[in-house]
């Protein structure tokens, strides 16, 4: 953490009068256009993101790896492959693979982008020669990153290679990041970064800064199933500019639905006009394989598609054993205690699926439910904590305290393969389970379907 905010405070000293060489002259003005290199750079690392307008810097997944490093931190074992028919027969592929361990989140990444093969050489007379130009650009990386609590960070360093004809460059650069989750009842997350913070690319006798970006935004949850997205970005050869775009996911299964995605971009605007300032896309979800589509308009150039196809693998979480059941009591009056969070889950998320449970259980028409203000209010008063109501005897004393006859708590854990949420029924008398379930979770926008799976269980 100290090293990145050294690194941070470095970057604004320099940009400040960007004469530390790694800008390029008049930087972070519109009058550094077409000064900085390896533009490839800038593009958005996968279709998902390429929907959103190049939105997306506080959301996870393998594909983050060259948007923000942090938003690896809760991908588990996990792949993606990107491929974009560009312009004129050229195209862009990406490759990304993070595996999860107990010391974080290792990831490695590819971009590889390839220039039209009807580039021909010139003579002397400007006329062809008949030899092709090869030109492309290509970037590897490698990056760690680790969910602490409510904060997300991540790194990666990488190896940057252009060629265009017999001149060629190479240099490295960081990228960083953070992911900042806000303590509930608040559902927005904040998210910094710094990308292609590196030393000048040189191509022939030609040298150019590599295209440093500083970006910070803002995840609303609308809706546990809908995300909205408003983000400003820090170019070194351009003027700052904003971005937004929203993400609804349609769930047909715990694991399994439709994404529906678009964004708006307002450099693309000045840089396309207004018909290269949209983009738009959809997601298909089946489990562990996604497909994602994303339709770039360039303006007058044309348009741009893009396909991703990510897999994520590994055994799902162990459910606990259930204890034996017995009948329910009709229109039985029930508290639902709040959640806590193992590690690498928030106090927000394990708030958000009590929320859903409670909203699912009502739904099912077989219990009363205490009234929340009043049961939030006590557990201020005797200021029982999140750990304590853990414990089944804690639980049924709370239900006890509001006359009710059964009491819910669980917990949220979280795994390479996601969320495994458990949710346990306790007889306020008695403080015995009479029933215990376990749901899993793939990612957030996932937890109403993983509520609504236990609240049938519970109520059976």
């Known amino acids: 953490m100290k090293s990145f905010l050294s690194i941070t405070l470095a970057l604004a000293l320099c940009a400040g009068r960007a004469h530390c060489g790694f800008f390029p002259k008049n930087a972070f003005s ?23 307008a190049g939105s997306g810097l506080s959301l996870g997944g393998a594909d983050s790896f060259f948007l923000n490093p942090a938003g690896t931190s809760g991908a588990g074992r996990s792949a993606a492959v990107s491929y974009e028919s560009l312009l004129e027969g050229s195209s862009r592929t990406g490759l990304v693979f993070s595996r999860p361990s107990a010391a974080g989140v290792f990831s490695a990444g590819l971009l590889y982008s390839n220039f039209s093969p009807g580039l021909e050489k010139l003579d002397g007379s ?41 001149a060629s460059g190479s240099s490295v650069a960081l990228d960083a990041g953070l992911v900042f989750r806000e303590a509930p009842p608040s559902r927005t997350e904040l998210a910094l970064a710094v990308r ?18 500083l970006g910070g935004g803002i995840k609303w949850k609308y809706t546990p199933d809908f995300n909205i997205l408003i983000e400003g970005r820090l170019p070194c050869d351009h003027s700052p500019y904003l971005a937004f775009a929203g993400e609804w996911f349609l769930p047909y299964s715990a694991r399994s639905g439709l994404f529906l995605r678009s964004g708006l971009n307002f450099k693309n605007y000045d840089d396309h006009g207004f018909m290269g300032a949209f983009a738009g896309g959809f997601g298909l979800k089946f489990g562990g394989v996604s497909l994602d589509y994303a339709f770039a308009p360039y303006g007058e150039l044309g348009s741009a598609h893009r396909m991703t196809a990510g897999l994520a693998w590994g055994g799902a979480g162990e459910k606990p054993e259930a204890r034996p059941e017995k009948a329910l009591p009709e229109k039985a009056l029930l508290a639902v205690a709040p959640f806590y969070g193992e590690a690498g889950v928030t106090e927000t998320e394990a708030a958000v699926v009590r929320n859903l449970l409670e909203a699912e ?36 004393e709370l239900g006890r305290v509001f ?15 996601g969320y495994l949420i458990t949710a346990r029924l306790v007889d306020a008398s008695s403080a015995a389970i009479l029933r215990s379930e376990a749901a899993v979770a793939a990612d957030d926008y996932l937890f109403r379907d993983a509520a609504r799976q236990l609240a049938a269980a519970l109520s059976r």
Not at 31 to 52: C, I, M, N, T, Y
């Open 30 to 52: 519109d009058d550094a256009r077409g000064l900085a290199g390896a533009q490839f750079l800038k593009v958005p690392p996968s279709a998902r993101f390429s929907s959103l």
């Open 126 to 166: 400007g006329g062809g020669s008949g030899d092709g130009i090869t030109a492309y650009d290509a970037a590897l990386g490698a990056g760690w990153s680790r969910r602490s609590g409510w904060l997300d960070f991540g790194f990666a360093l990488k190896y940057i290679r252009s060629r265009l004809a017999e």
């Open 196 to 213: 292609n913070f590196g030393p000048p690319i040189k191509l022939g006798s030609e040298s150019a800064s590599l295209p440093f970006e």
């Open 361 to 396: 259980l009502d739904k099912t028409g077989r219990f009363r439910l205490v009234e929340r203000e009043g049961l939030d209010f006590i557990l201020a008063e005797k200021k029982l904590s999140y750990s304590g109501l853990s414990e089944e005897r804690n639980a049924a």
């Open 403 to 417: 006359g009710a006859e059964l009491a819910v708590f669980g917990s949220v854990s979280r795994n390479k393969n």
